[in-house]
């Protein structure tokens, strides 16, 4: 490295979902580059090894008293933020997912400065803290402030961009970086387990997510239904959430509840895309679509809404197809086309797989460093 390396706090969501998947990815892909991240959250994050050189991890604990209906995170956050930037020496704070963290990095920046240290904010919004959660009046002042309070703003892709400038009156530049991913090397028991899931030789359609109403589970299933009448297959659902049930119970009555595999909150995500011929993502709202993104990085066709983010990864005709929002029947006519012949499947693959080497780490991180370097050198 010839710049001197950086010394980063990352603030973020622990938990499954997009924008703690993709907090947690960069920060190891600055800590393997020789810069130092502190990863400041309630939880370890999923996918962080903090034993792991340049890493650390700063746990936020809210102290409950008798007087809180709730607890006030944002206070313990942004006290955490602070201290951390003074002990550690942080000169950046990037916080993912504004609600709340770019407003407690707002008021962890303030109380710094009265002790004489200026650290720039980096904001990267993601999806639902703008699309749905931002916009919700108890929260849009707050966010609209704290974006325009923001040192650097990212968005995770063109669609994001322009929804949060038609929607808040944000005055600051957003400068999209999309999303990114690490592309597959394929597992060793990769027969094995194909043989384990689908010992007749059906397809493997996959679905991930946390299972909200914006991912349209129905539709998931519905889709896989239409494709299952005409091709053997089952159908992999991966993650929790509000609507696992439905899926199941839907399944249920539409009898093919025994071709539906959940494997829950499972870390295995990988190694069952490795064996996944489809990935389903009918969302209603995807500002990115990392799961998808993720699907192609394996070789796994996508078919997908038009919802968000989705066209800018996914390439209609090419890498999978696009359907209008609730549109099973396209879905499964799309799906079909896909799996109808083993040369169309394998151009699909190819051509996901190409689609998303675009979006590696190694490219998307660089685009990060320098955003950083360009935040300090105009502080
Ligand atoms: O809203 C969610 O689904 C969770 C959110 C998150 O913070 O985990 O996901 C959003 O961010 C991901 C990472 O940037 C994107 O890939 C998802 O498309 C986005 N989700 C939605 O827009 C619904």
């Given at each position: 490295m010839s710049q001197?390396?950086?010394?980063?706090?990352?603030?973020?969501y622990?938990?499954?979902?997009g924008?703690g998947?993709?907090?947690?990815?960069?920060?190891?892909?600055?800590?393997?580059?020789?810069h130092t991240?502190?990863?400041?959250?309630?939880?370890?994050p999923?996918?962080?090894d903090?034993?792991?050189?340049?890493i650390?991890?700063?746990?936020?604990?809210?102290?409950?008293y008798?007087?809180?209906?709730?607890?006030?995170?944002?206070?313990?956050?942004?006290?955490?933020?602070?201290?951390t930037?003074?002990?550690e020496?942080?000169e950046?704070?990037?916080?993912?997912?504004?609600i709340p963290?770019?407003?407690?990095?707002?008021?962890a920046?303030?109380?710094?400065?009265?002790?004489?240290v200026d650290?720039?904010i980096?904001?990267?919004l993601?999806?639902?803290d703008?699309?749905?959660v931002?916009?919700?009046?108890s929260?849009?002042p707050?966010?609209t402030?704290?974006i325009?309070?923001s040192?650097k703003?990212?968005?995770?892709?063109?669609?994001?961009?322009?929804?949060t400038?038609s929607?808040?009156?944000?005055?600051?530049?957003?400068?999209?970086?999309?999303?990114f991913?690490?592309?597959?090397?394929?597992?060793?028991?990769?027969?094995e387990?194909?043989?384990?899931l689908?010992?007749k030789?059906?397809?493997?359609?996959?679905?991930?997510?946390?299972?909200r109403?914006?991912?349209?589970i129905?539709d998931?299933?519905?889709?896989?239904?239409?494709?299952?009448?005409k091709?053997?297959?089952?159908?992999?659902?991966?993650?929790?959430?509000?609507e696992?049930?439905?899926a199941?119970?839907?399944?249920?009555s539409?009898g093919?509840v025994?071709?539906?595999?959940?494997l829950g909150?499972?870390?295995?995500?990988?190694?069952?895309?490795a064996?996944?011929?489809?990935?389903?993502?009918p969302?209603?709202?995807?500002s990115?679509g990392?799961?998808?993104?993720?699907?192609?990085?394996?070789?796994?066709?996508?078919v997908?809404?038009?919802?968000?983010?989705l066209?800018e990864i996914?390439?209609h005709?090419?890498?999978g197809?696009?359907?209008d929002?609730?549109?099973?029947?396209?879905?499964v006519?799309?799906?079909?086309?896909?799996?109808?012949?083993?040369?169309?499947?394998q151009?699909?693959?190819?051509?996901?797989?190409?689609?998303?080497?675009k979006?590696?780490?190694?490219?998307i991180g660089?685009?990060?460093?320098?955003?950083?370097r360009?935040?300090?050198?105009?502080?």
């Amino acid at each position: 490295m010839s710049q001197k390396p950086l010394r980063i706090g990352v603030v973020c969501y622990p938990t499954y979902g997009g924008s703690g998947v993709v907090a947690t990815e960069l920060g190891k892909f600055m800590a393997s580059s020789g810069h130092t991240v502190h990863f400041i959250t309630y939880n370890q994050p999923v996918r962080l090894d903090i034993l792991k050189e340049n890493i650390y991890y700063h746990e936020v604990n809210v102290e409950d008293y008798p007087l809180f209906q709730y607890q006030p995170y944002e206070l313990a956050l942004s006290s955490k933020m602070v201290d951390t930037v003074l002990n550690e020496g942080i000169e950046l704070l990037h916080v993912h997912y504004a609600i709340p963290h770019a407003y407690a990095a707002y008021m962890a920046r303030e109380i710094l400065k009265e002790k004489g240290v200026d650290i720039p904010i980096i904001t990267t919004l993601h999806g639902t803290d703008i699309t749905l959660v931002g916009k919700n009046p108890s929260y849009k002042p707050a966010v609209t402030f704290s974006i325009n309070h923001s040192n650097k703003v990212t968005s995770v892709s063109e669609s994001l961009r322009l929804e949060t400038l038609s929607s808040f009156p944000v005055r600051k530049d957003i400068e999209v970086i999309p999303n990114f991913t690490d592309l597959e090397t394929e597992p060793d028991d990769k027969g094995e387990m194909k043989a384990n899931l689908a010992p007749k030789g059906e397809k493997l359609v996959t679905h991930v997510s946390n299972f909200r109403k914006v991912k349209r589970i129905d539709d998931v299933v519905n889709t896989f239904f239409g494709i299952s009448q005409k091709i053997p297959s089952k159908l992999i659902l991966i993650g929790d959430g509000p609507e696992r049930q439905k899926a199941e119970d839907l399944g249920r009555s539409l009898g093919i509840v025994d071709r539906l595999i959940f494997l829950g909150r499972t870390r295995e995500v990988r190694r069952v895309l490795a064996v996944s011929d489809l990935f389903l993502l009918p969302s209603e709202k995807e500002s990115f679509g990392l799961a998808a993104l993720e699907a192609m990085a394996a070789g796994v066709p996508v078919v997908s809404s038009n919802a968000g983010g989705l066209p800018e990864i996914n390439q209609h005709g090419k890498t999978g197809y696009l359907a209008d929002i609730g549109d099973v029947d396209a879905m499964v006519r799309f799906g079909l086309e896909v799996l109808s012949e083993d040369s169309v499947h394998q151009q699909f693959r190819e051509a996901a797989f190409a689609q998303a080497s675009k979006f590696s780490i190694d490219k998307i991180g660089q685009r990060y460093i320098e955003l950083y370097r360009n935040a300090l050198s105009a502080g």
